[in-house]
T-cell receptor, first 118, second 114 residues
Framework: GAVVSQHPSRVICKSGTSVKIECRSL??????MFWYRQFPKQSLMLMAT?????????EQGVEKDKFLINHASLTLSTLTVTSAHPEDSSFYIC??????????????FGQGTRLTVV | QQQVKQSPQSLIVQKGGISIINCAYE??????FPWYQQFPGKGPALLIA?????SEKKEGRFTISFNKSAKQFSLHIMDSQPGDSATYFC?????????????FGTGTRLTIIP
């Protein structure tokens, strides 16, 4: 299957600093990538849709100025958590859409990033 | 509004048994139904998926059963093994030329006991 690589897997940062998370599609081009947030023992919550070459589309309730998304190429999307606070601590996961054939698409996920803000 | 309902929330199955997880959806426009497996601290991994043109799909020990009229689909894990212990999410989406948003179920924590 297609591979999506997310980096870093874990990061600890001080309150008030910014953290960048990278999401790469390694063996395919992804016009669209998605960013999710997952709280312990809960489902994935979609934060935003990232489209190459255009502005991201944020879900209701997600602060676009706090969670900056850049999709600069067909294989890379980044999520920057700006001025991080302890309540931003969470597990962040990206996914990329892989189109194997005309019959449909599949979503593949990165390994996730555990962000801890101290 | 939760568009995909998943049950049970947790499930304990003996090794060698059959694990069954159920999902129900509301939006009849959904046309893609994947199942994901997630281990602690990892991202979800695509396990198996089905489209509404078939009622069943089998890949190894994993089978999806799909009932379009009832708007339900389920995952069956045959000969369950301790390595299958993980959280399973069903999902649904609408084909949209590469912009498909997944709507996830709430997840099922599966534990396989020896």
């Amino acid at each position: 299957g297609a591979v999506v690589s997310q980096h870093p897997s874990r990061v600890i940062c001080k309150s008030g600093t910014s953290v960048k998370i990278e999401c790469r599609s390694l063996d395919f081009q992804a016009t669209t990538m998605f960013w999710y947030r997952q709280f312990p023992k809960q489902s994935l919550m979609l934060m935003a849709t990232s489209n190459e070459g255009s502005k991201a589309t944020y879900e209701q309730g997600v602060e676009k100025d706090k969670f900056l998304i850049n999709h600069a190429s067909l294989t890379l999307s980044t999520l920057t958590v700006t001025s991080a606070h302890p309540e931003d601590s969470s597990f962040y996961i990206c996914s990329a859409i892989y189109i194997p054939s005309e019959q449909g698409t599949e979503a593949f996920f990165g390994q996730g990033t555990r962000l801890t803000v101290v | 509004q939760q568009q995909v309902k998943q049950s049970p929330q947790s499930l304990i199955v003996q090794k060698g048994g059959i694990s069954i997880i159920n999902c129900a959806y509301e939006n009849t426009a959904f046309d893609y139904f994947p199942w994901y497996q997630q281990f602690p601290g990892k991202g979800p991994a695509l396990l198996i998926a089905i489209r509404p043109d078939v009622s069943e799909k089998k890949e190894g020990r994993f089978t999806i059963s799909f009932n379009k009229s009832a708007k339900q689909f389920s995952l069956h894990i045959m000969d369950s093994q301790p390595g299958d212990s993980a959280t399973y999410f069903c999902a649904a989406s609408i084909t949209n030329f590469g912009n498909e948003k997944l709507t996830f179920g709430t997840g099922t924590r599966l534990t396989i006991i020896p």
